[in-house]
Structure formats: C-alpha cells, structure tokens
C-alpha cells in the first residue's frame, strides 16, 4: 500500500512517459493494476489538457503597447543609453506626417523618443500654464516629469453609476443585470444603455462619463473601453497621468478635457468640446484643440478643423452636481476653473463625415 | 528583425533602436494573452494586464538580467499583474460564458491527435471539458497548469516564471491532475 501511495504521487511524471516506458521506470505497475489504471487516467488528463487550444487576442496589441510607450515619457534607461535626439524638438513631425515618413529608418529610430519627447513638453505646458509656453525654451528635469502611467495602471476606487434615465444593465456573473442610479461597480465591469436611456458615471477621481442611448463600455478609472455608442468625457486634469479612451479604431489620450466620442462599425468620430486631446489612430497622431474633431476608421485619422456636433445636451443626463461626484482624496472636490461649455440645442446627428460612411 | 533572438532585440532595443520592440511584443503576445485569458478568465481584461506587462516589460527593461531569458522575466511580470487584479477580486467581471461573447473557442481538428471520427471527437470534447476545470482551479494551480500545459513549459522555466522551487511546482500539477482527475470523474 505504501509502494501504491509512492508510486501514485509519481503519476504525473509517469503519465508523461509512454505506457512502456512508464512501466519500466516503474516495475510495480507491472503487478499493480490499481496503479496502473491510476497512471492510465492521469495520462488521459494530460493528454486533454496539451490539446487545449491556443486563444488569440482579439486584435495586435502592439499597436496599442507602441502607441503608449511612444506618448509616456521615455524610461529612464533610455536617457541613459539611447543616443538623446538632440534634433528632436526641431525635428517633430508636421500635424500630417508626409507620404514615406516612417519608412525612413533614420528618422524612424528618433521617432518614439521625439514623440515621448514632444509629448513630456506639452504636458509641462499644461501643468504650468502661467509659463513660457515656447516649447524650445523649456527643458524640463526629471522631477518635472510625470510619473510613469504603469506605476499604478489599475488604480482603486469605484465607477458608481451617479444618474440614470431609462434602463441600463451591467454584466455580472454571465448575465445583463438593470442597475439602479446610484450604484457602484468595481473597475472593470461592462455596462450598457438601452434604448432611449441615458446615463452618467463618475469615475473614482471626479471625472465624469456621459453615455447616451444604446451604448457600452467597459469603465476603469484611468481609461474607458468604448465597445459602441456615444459618450460625452469630462476629465480632471492629473498631471501623473494620461486618461485614455480606447475604440476599436484606436485611442483617445485626454489632457484634462471635454469631448464627444462616437463608435460605429463604420468608424470613430472625436469632436473636442473644450481642452487638449491627442487622437492615434495607428501611426497617425492628431492634436485636436476647442472645436476641432476628427475621423478615425482602420489607418486612416483626419482631422476636422470645424467638426460637426455629436450630440447635445438631451442626449446626457443634466448635470451633476459637484456635491454628487465622489472626489480624488487627492484632489479639492471643486469640478475647476474652467466654465463648462454651453452645449447647443442642435440636431443630435449631423451628417457623418467622409469617411465614415 | 522578426528572425533576430530575443537577447538581440532587447539589447539593441536597450542601445536605443526602441522600435524593435514592436517585434518582441508580436512575438510574445499570443503567449501572453493565452496565459491570461485562462487566468483571468476575460477577455478584455486579459489584453488590458497584457498592455500593462509589455509596457511595464519596456518601462523596466534594464532590469531584465538574461535577455535571452526575456520571455521567462515577461512572463513573471504578466503573472504579477494578473495575480494583482485576482487579489483585488476583480475576476468575475466578466465571466467567459457562452453570453459573453467571451467563449473561448472548442479546438478545431487540427489540434486535435491522430485516431477515428469518435476518437477525435471524444479528444475534443474531453478537452474542452478540462479547459472548463482548469478554469475553475484555484489561480496558483490554474498558473502553474496553463504553463506547463498550454505554455508548454520547463519545471525549472516554471518554477522561475512563478517565483517558487521546482518542488512546489511538482506538488502543484499533482494536485491539479488529482482535482481534475476527481472533477472529471463527477461529469
């Protein structure tokens, strides 16, 4: 018994040999049917289990990993080793980069550093908007830089659903479930609006996200996965970092700001209300300032520099009130500054732009 | 590039040809996100923890001791992440569930071994079966199966990525095959 004990610990290693093999290395399965139906059952398992199929992500993700390596600031083993592109300010790329200009492989090598440069200065501007805002002029030291986002990629608190109107639903344990106004979700969940309703969520730091009809996302305190449908951001401007809105066509880095997003099969639409946005879409990137928009669908991002309305107010719920948006302990509850733009009373949908049809 | 080892793309990524490492998450990535996905047992949250290891992979790559060993130490990072977001409970946020649009998918006939229509299709369905089962084991066994199994990997490449001795890993795919030989027994 104490042999069948010992030999039976040993199945997996011995399931991994074939039958005969295992036999020999192990003479007591030869007397011993017990253990060796034992071993016999442990190979099936294992046999099973290498069959396992190997799943795919749903999309490249390196995109997405060079696109935010290339809007972070650079690491510090970068500045140290890498050949710093002194020319990089000088050399920026133009809103448009011409046809060809990254299948150069010399201006490729300084392109993520020149971007991550590029990207450091405007957001030095940002926190220090009283500055000299000359970009050659500021030469901002290691502790001026903004922390690293990965330092605290999946930061606490809750998403809690501050305003509804109409139905909303969240999956939890494998089925849709009605939410209540009010209610708090852990990061992560996956929510949805119905027809005719709409909602507002505030995010852990105070910034809010309004969705309207027949939208879903998935909502996290630094980013917000917009699977469809249309949301109106309103995003606190933390200089540690880079608030992001990810669509199937690409990603939406947020400055501190207030815009519109829609996601269609067709393509994405961006119209900035009030801020700095930075719109990539592949390698494209465009900055969009007050009023301006832009298309993204596949490769292709362009930018409109009088963009249509995505929606109006009665698309969203009214307006929270500052008392109800749960504040960054960091952070003064006081929404900021800046006066909320008036949002028009015009037609919800203008025509989409070319490109997106 | 895409034929260059891993020792020379972080290397020469690390004397600042950044871009290459492009390639290194294009070659890892499937790994990667296989791993999660059965550990975390979500779609999108596994390719978010995946962007969050490469990211942090880059952010710290001059602390990657052996290059050649880069898939061993990003593996380790992914693993950490993972186990992050399992400690904070946010692994049922999405359930994979035939609802979800989230299955993951029953293995073709490729991957299935040689033998008869019936033999092929009870491989299949076994398979299927202990891929429900390995999901529904405790994490730190779920790991260390999903390594060796779908990973494919070494005791020792196991014991590294996992942080424990190679006895522990031993202990844990005992254990594991003994639960789901006694799971697969109450089908």
Not at chain 1, 53 to 79: C, G, K, N, Q
Not at chain 1, 296 to 321: E, Y
């Amino acid at each position: 018994m104490a042999e069948c004990t010992a030999v039976q610990a040993r199945a997996g290693e011995l399931a991994a040999l074939a039958p005969e093999r295992a036999q020999a290395d192990e003479p007591h399965l030869v007397a011993c049917s017990a253990c060796r139906d034992e071993v016999a059952r442990t190979r099936a398992v294992l046999r099973g289990l290498d069959r396992i199929p190997v799943t795919e992500p749903s999309r490249d993700l390196s995109a997405s990993v060079m696109s935010r390596i290339s809007s972070a600031p650079p690491p510090a083993w970068l500045a140290k080793s890498a050949p710093r592109p002194t020319v990089a300010p000088r050399r920026a790329p133009p809103t448009e980069p011409p046809p060809g200009f990254f299948a150069s492989m010399n201006v490729r090598a300084f392109a993520l550093p020149a971007a991550g440069l590029a990207l450091v200065l405007a957001l030095v501007v940002l926190v220090r908007p009283s500055a000299d805002s000359r970009l050659a002029r500021l030469t901002p030291s290691p502790s001026a830089m903004p922390a690293v986002e990965s330092e605290s990629p999946l930061p606490g608190g809750e998403v809690t659903l501050a305003k509804l109107t109409g139905r909303a639903s969240a999956f939890d344990e494998g089925a849709w479930k009605d939410v209540a106004e009010g209610q708090s979700f852990p990061q992560g969940r996956r929510l949805r609006t119905e027809p005719g309703a709409k909602a507002s969520l505030a995010l852990p730091d105070g910034s809010r996200v309004d969705v309207a009809a027949d939208s879903e996302l998935f909502a996290f305190a630094d980013r917000i996965r917009l699977r469809r449908g249309r949301a109106r951001f309103d995003i606190r401007h933390r200089p540690e970092r880079i608030f992001r809105v990810l669509v199937p066509d690409g990603e939406i880095r947020v400055l501190g700001t207030l815009f519109d997003v829609e996601s269609r099969p067709q393509g994405t639409r961006v119209h900035l209300l009030h801020g700095r946005l930075e719109v990539q879409c592949d390698r494209a990137v465009e900055r969009l300032e007050d009023g301006e928009g832009a298309t993204f669908s596949g490769t292709k991002l362009t930018k409109l520099t009088a963009a249509a309305p995505l929606a109006t107010s009665d698309d969203f719920p009214p307006a929270t009130s500052t008392s109800e948006v749960p504040a960054h302990p960091d952070e003064p509850t006081s929404v900021g500054p800046d006066p909320k733009p008036t949002i028009d009373a015009e037609p919800a949908k203008g025509p989409a732009p070319t490109g997106l049809q | 590039v895409d034929g260059l080892p891993d020792a020379e793309l972080v290397t020469q990524c690390l004397a600042g040809r950044t871009e290459l490492y492009r390639s290194l998450v294009r070659r890892h990535q499937t790994r990667v996100f296989n791993f999660l996905v059965r550990l975390l047992r979500q779609r999108e949250l596994a390719e978010d923890v995946a962007q969050e290891a490469f990211f942090t992979a880059y952010a710290k790559l001059d602390t990657c001791k052996d290059p050649a060993l880069f898939y061993v130490w990003l593996m380790r990072i992914a693993r950490n992440r993972a186990f992050n977001v399992l400690r904070r409970g946010r692994l049922d946020v999405v359930p994979l569930t035939p609802a979800s649009g989230d299955t993951i998918e029953v293995p073709d006939e490729r991957s299935i071994g040689e033998g008869s229509a019936e033999g092929q299709l009870e491989a299949r369905e076994v398979a299927a079966e202990l891929e429900k089962r390995v999901m529904g084991l405790p994490p730190k066994y779920r790991a260390t199966v999903l390594l060796r199994h779908t990973e494919g990997r070494s005791y020792q490449e196991i014991a590294e990525i996992l942080e424990i001795p190679m006895g522990t890993v031993k202990f844990r795919l005992h254990r594991a095959y003994k639960l789901l030989k006694e799971r697969l027994g109450k089908r």
